[in-house]
């Protein structure tokens, strides 16, 4: 089963940037909508945006403009960029494969948390 591993989160103040990384353990990352999902303490998991195979890119409202997705084929990984950071955007930030109908079908990692505070 192909294992996914979040990486790249940490400590940011208000308005910084951070890069996340999404490696998957096999060559998936080019033939599937790869999304990335975010987690707050008390809240439900919420999709934050994807990227299809074709290379079209998804945000939700709530990041749309000030976060990002890319990949790397070569490398199997898939990155999410993040700039302008609130501290409504602390949180742990995992990837999974999406469906057609855009629902998560992968195991989910341990993820990688993201912490926006002064």
């Known amino acids: 089963q192909v294992q996914l591993v979040e990486s790249g989160g940490g400590l940011v103040q208000p308005g910084g940037s951070l890069r996340l990384s999404c490696a998957a353990s096999g060559s998936i990352v080019s033939i599937n909508t790869m999304g990335w999902y975010r987690q707050a303490p008390g809240k439900q998991r919420e999709l934050v945006g994807f990227?299809?195979?074709?290379?079209?890119?998804n945000a939700a409202d709530s990041v749309k403009g000030r976060f990002t997705i890319s990949r790397d084929d070569a490398k199997n990984t898939v990155y999410l960029q993040m700039y302008s950071l609130t501290p409504e955007d602390t949180a742990v930030y995992y990837c999974?494969?999406?469906?057609?109908?855009?629902?998560?079908?992968?195991?989910w990692g341990q993820g990688t948390q993201v912490t926006v505070s002064s």
């Open positions: 990227i299809t195979n074709g290379g079209r890119i």
């Open positions: 999974n494969i999406l469906n057609i109908f855009r629902q998560p079908v992968g195991s």
